[in-house]
């Protein structure tokens, strides 16, 4: 049986690094003659990711939890074109996930169960490497910016929800993945390294379906 592309998921704290390392990521596929797609969420090309992004300027106000479900939808218009790239064998890399809705909606109060509700079923990850960072280390890298979450109490929270999801996933058995926490603090090429001698034993296809996250 031909393998399928892997799916990885980069997470992380503000700051952390994402971007970064999720563009580094590809280029070592690139490099590696490996095909890759870079994803990021939320996708503001779309037309929900337009209402995203008004909102997340504050442009547009909108219910916590409505928002919320905009967050998720924008993740399930993407589900075929993940599928469909892991099934003719090229990597997916994204840069934030599911785990990023959980986290932030949580954040505000609303239950954790009801935050992770809409995104069961969504395409698990293989991999998801958590970027981890403290609030005052972030800080140093540009200070928060004008983006309505970028307050170092709310990343305070975040940071807690983020743990808890590890650890569930962690102790959940196969259907949801790995995950791996990674000290985002160090220096770029360092976290690089550590990102891919994590990714590249799957770089070149993983065996058997894609799993569904939480079923
Ligand atoms: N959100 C949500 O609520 N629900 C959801 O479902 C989803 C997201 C998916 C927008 O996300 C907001 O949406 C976000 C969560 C919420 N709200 N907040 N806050 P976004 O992904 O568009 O946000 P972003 O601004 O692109 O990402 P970021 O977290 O702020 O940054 P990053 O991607 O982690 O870091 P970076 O851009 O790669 O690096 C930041 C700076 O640090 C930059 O100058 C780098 O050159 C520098 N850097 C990077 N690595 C290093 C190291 N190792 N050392 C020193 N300096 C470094
Ligand atoms: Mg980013």
Same mark, same amino acid.
């Not at 058995?173 to 949801?176: L, N, V």
């Given at each position: 049986m031909s393998k399928r592309g892997p799916f990885i998921v980069i997470e992380g704290l503000d700051r952390s690094g994402k971007s970064t390392q999720t563009a580094l990521l590809l280029a070592r596929f690139e490099a590696s003659g490996i095909p890759a797609k870079l994803l990021k969420f939320?996708? $503001?090309?779309t037309a929900i990711g337009q209402m995203i992004d008004s909102y997340l300027k504050s442009t547009s106000e909108l219910d916590d939890r409505a928002i919320h479900l905009l967050f998720s939808a924008n993740r399930w218009e993407l589900v075929s074109t993940i599928e469909q790239l892991l099934a003719v064998g090229t990597a997916v890399i994204c840069d934030r996930y599911a785990f990023s809705g959980i986290a932030f909606s949580a954040s505000k109060g609303i239950s954790y169960e009801w935050c992770r509700a809409p995104d069961v079923g969504l395409p698990a990850p293989d991999l998801s490497l958590f970027l981890d960072i403290s609030p005052e280390a972030a800080k140093t890298?540009?200070?928060?910016?004008?983006? $309505?979450?970028?307050?170092e109490e709310m990343q305070r929270r975040v940071g807690e929800v983020f743990r808890r999801i590890g650890k569930e996933i962690d102790g959940g058995? $196969?259907?949801?993945g790995r995950w791996v926490n990674i000290d985002a603090g160090k220096e770029k090429e360092v976290v690089e390294g550590e990102v891919w001698a994590l990714v590249e034993p799957l770089a070149r296809g993983v065996e058997g379906p894609l799993r569904r996250l939480w079923t």
């Open positions: 939320p996708d $503001r090309t890298r540009g200070g928060y910016g004008e983006e $309505r979450y970028e307050k058995g $196969r259907e949801d």
